[in-house]
């Protein structure tokens, strides 16, 4: 059904210059583009992300929120056609918050506006909390991305359609032989990829996408964390703190490592990463823009970084260089990692990230944002009821 109120409690940028809660949010526009699911929002999850919404990053009065999961009231035609969706459903799945170009459309409100192809339906087992911290986030979004387009990992039988339908572009520079368990031989062990911050929410998302795509995978974490690290798949653990970290990452991997995915994107990371990349080089893909000074220290590693969000099909107005028009590669690759992820989804092959759960609402959301941003409850999702 469509939604009969045309206001609603949310969370959005404030005259102030930071995210602020309103009880008089204008609903999203009832008319439902195409490919559009509206959702009636259960609950929701925090990212990293949302605590950056300050400066040309906020517009007042935008509804601001990436992460939820909720039950679908009304679908677009093509949403309702080939979305696999139907009303009733419970469903989990990202959007662009506090985008000025859409600014009545955001996670952290009582009503919500979806691509059919950011929206996957929920086990029925899961709740709407465990959903919104699992694959209703923005990780799942940008790890396969960065792992299967930027890094030219082939994805393999597992992850299908993905597998068959995008295989990885052949990128520029030195081509690096890569091995997975789906296509060795014998003769070598898989391909060893470097996941830096394998306790964050991209990490343990990165993790276990790479484990189904057959990739032996290590991660730096920190010790208390070592075993969460290696529950979600990881075969070795080292610690980020440690000043010889990227030297025992060297000699674990005999300094043939190849391939490192940087979760976390400072520079004291791009330069662990760049220091235990071995002594041919490799690729480098970060979550955000990454230190050009680091970068320029080795010409033989080919360095890249990913925005998640381009896989919605969206033109985003935030500043440069997060501000694009839609990439129609990464839409493409969008839709058809939708369909592959519901398939994991299905088939029982992937778990959420750690959470803690709160029932106070966008207040406590609100909240939370600060907890955030004082870097409390690291390595742990908070996820808020409505």
Not at 89 to 103: I, Q, Y
Not at 107 to 128: C, E, H, K, L
Not at 360 to 382: D, S, V
Request: contains cysteine; glycine residues 10%.
């Amino acid at each position: 059904m469509a939604i009969a109120i045309k206001t609603q409690t949310a969370l959005i940028g404030g005259e102030n210059g930071d995210i602020i809660l309103s009880e008089t949010v204008p609903c999203p526009p009832k008319e439902l583009e195409d490919v559009q699911v509206a959702v009636e929002v259960k609950a929701i999850a925090l990212n990293p992300v949302d605590t950056k919404m300050v400066g040309g990053y906020l517009t007042p009065g935008a509804v601001s929120g990436c992460e939820f999961a909720g039950i679908v009231t009304e679908l677009g035609a093509i949403a309702a056609k080939d979305g696999g969706l139907k009303v009733g459903d419970r469903v989990a799945g990202v959007v662009m918050g506090m985008n000025p170009l859409r600014p009545r459309i955001g996670a952290f409100s009582q009503y919500t506006v979806s691509s059919a192809y950011g929206t996957v339906r929920i086990p029925d087992d899961w709740t709407f909390e465990k959903a919104a911290a699992g694959v209703g986030g923005v990780a799942w979004a940008t790890v396969p991305w960065a792992l299967f387009h930027s890094l030219g990992l082939p994805s393999g039988p597992l992850l299908e359609p993905l597998n068959s339908q995008m295989p990885p572009p052949d990128l520029p520079g030195f081509k690096i032989p890569i091995i997975s368990s789906h296509t060795a031989d014998g003769t070598k062990p898989p391909t060893t990829v470097l996941v830096s911050g394998g306790a964050s929410f991209t990490g343990t998302c990165a993790i276990q996408l790479l484990k189904l795509a057959g990739f032996t995978v290590i991660a730096t974490c920190s010790p208390k964390t070592s075993d969460l690290v290696k529950s979600f798949g990881a075969d070795a653990t080292f610690d980020y703190s440690s000043p010889t970290c990227a030297a025992d990452i060297k000699t674990y991997t005999r300094n043939c490592l190849r391939l490192a995915l940087d979760c976390i994107t400072t520079a004291d990371t791009t330069r662990l990463c760049y220091s235990a990349l071995g002594r041919a080089g490799g690729r480098y893909v970060a979550l955000d823009p990454y230190s050009s000074a680091v970068s320029a220290t080795r010409s033989i590693v080919h360095a890249d970084w990913v925005f998640g969000m381009d896989l919605l099909g969206e033109d985003v107005g935030w500043p440069a260089p997060h501000g694009r028009n839609a990439d129609p590669v990464a839409t493409e690759f969008g839709v058809v990692w939708n369909k592959t992820l519901q398939s994991l989804l299905d088939r029982g092959l992937v778990r959420p990230h750690p959470q803690i759960i709160r029932a106070t609402g966008l207040a406590g959301a609100l909240e939370g944002i600060q907890e955030i941003r004082a870097k409390k409850n690291a390595g742990q999702k908070l996820v808020y009821t409505l």
